[in-house]
């Protein structure tokens, strides 16, 4: 069952195959999101600084009944946070937002400022800075292992040009019809785990007639095809939602795409219209 099975850090700690993506659940309304994952089995909680719902995750990971030890919770660092004293009173105002002793993954949510995503300058040293932030808080035992989000090649080897604790993971868009083939690679190839955010494409994978007929050829949702795909490409899929019944079937995917199969889904037609969510930068295709 994928929801027992996990991936191994450059550090030796171990994260769970599949995580619960909180974006866009208000924060009087996580906890009860939460829960009712664990309750199901569910061990990652993916969170973010620029959600506003760290404190209902927090809450969650201390009432749900499971050892604190046995769940994996990420957050992320705003990505307005470029400099040493901004990024290590944020990670402390994180630790505090979620009432939790350590933080299992933390990562840079962005490369550049929301604002200027996609811009010319890749605040290679605001990076560098704020990653020495996570690097003391890190060795300070406050965070298990640390990482980036949305980070390009230039942006890693800038940090691993610097760095004296090498990222450990990076968390990118990636779904059938949009996946950086070339940025896994050289993720892999440098030790990061690559973790898949929108791994259904935030829905719009749904609308695609081809997909819809290889999921039902093997007896499963659409989402499920989806979580598979990145599951048998060596990624950790974030499939968000608060539905229960959705979580549930999120997780089961205990099934094997065909090599052929996979290529069809590879080299399958891009989303050009993420829809409502173009408003965001990394879907709008900056």
């Known amino acids: 069952m994928i929801l027992q099975e996990t991936y191994t850090l450059p550090n030796d700690v171990k994260i769970p195959k599949l995580g619960l993506g909180t974006w866009m659940i208000d924060d009087n309304k ?8 664990v309750a199901m089995g569910y061990r990652h909680i993916d969170t973010a600084q620029a959600y506003g719902n760290e404190r209902g995750v927090g809450e969650a990971i201390r009432d749900c009944g499971e050892p604190r030890d046995e769940l994996f919770v ?11 004293a901004g990024a290590k009173a944020a990670i ?3 630790l505090q937002t979620l009432g939790l002793d350590t933080i299992d993954l933390m990562i840079i949510h962005s490369p550049q400022p929301w604002g200027q995503f996609g811009g010319a300058d890749r605040f290679f040293a605001g990076n560098v800075d704020a990653w020495r932030a996570l690097e003391e808080a890190y060795e300070a035992g406050k965070i298990r292992a640390i990482g980036v989000s949305n980070f390009q090649k230039e942006d890693l080897d800038n940090l691993l040009e610097n760095a004296s604790v090498k990222p450990m993971v990076n968390q990118i868009l990636a779904h ?11 993720c892999k190839k440098n030790g990061l785990l690559v973790e898949a955010y929108s791994p259904m494409g935030h829905g719009k994978i749904l609308d695609n007639a081809e997909i819809g007929a290889m999921a039902e050829k093997y007896g499963v949702s659409v989402p499920q095809l989806s979580i598979r795909y990145t ?19 999120n997780a089961d995917v205990d099934f094997e795409i065909s090599d052929a199969d996979m290529e ?22 900056k």
């Not at 990420?74 to 040493?84: F, I, M, N, Q, V």
């Not at 069809?264 to 295709?285: R, S, W």
């Open 92 to 94: 402390e105002g994180s």
């Open 231 to 249: 599951l048998q490409l060596g990624l950790l899929p974030l499939p968000k939602t608060a539905n229960p019944d959705h979580m549930k079937n």
């Open 74 to 84: 990420t957050t992320k660092l705003d990505a307005s946070h470029k400099d040493y």
């Open 264 to 285: 069809t889904l590879k080299n399958a037609e891009p989303i050009k219209d993420y829809g409502d969510a173009n408003v965001f930068p990394v879907y709008a295709g």
């Open 176 to 186: 059938v019809s949009n996946t950086p083939f070339d940025l896994i690679d050289y």
């Open 30 to 37: 996580v906890a009860d999101a939460v829960r009712a994952a």
